[in-house]
């Protein structure tokens, strides 16, 4: 899965397989988490999201485990 650098605080990087629906974020103290089922346009709205930390609070925290 490729990841994409993101202008973040709390994130580092996101990653997307669209065949799978797996997002992958890389957080800066480290950390790689995979979330499962994640729809398309989830990631698209995450991706576009002027604070990456509050989208993954509000929408992809909690509801997405593997």
Known sequence: MRMHSV?????????YDPATQRLRITFRQGRTYDYCRVPAHIYEQFMRARSKGGFFNSHIDGRYQC
């Open 7 to 15: 202008s973040s605080s709390a994130i580092e990087a996101i990653g």
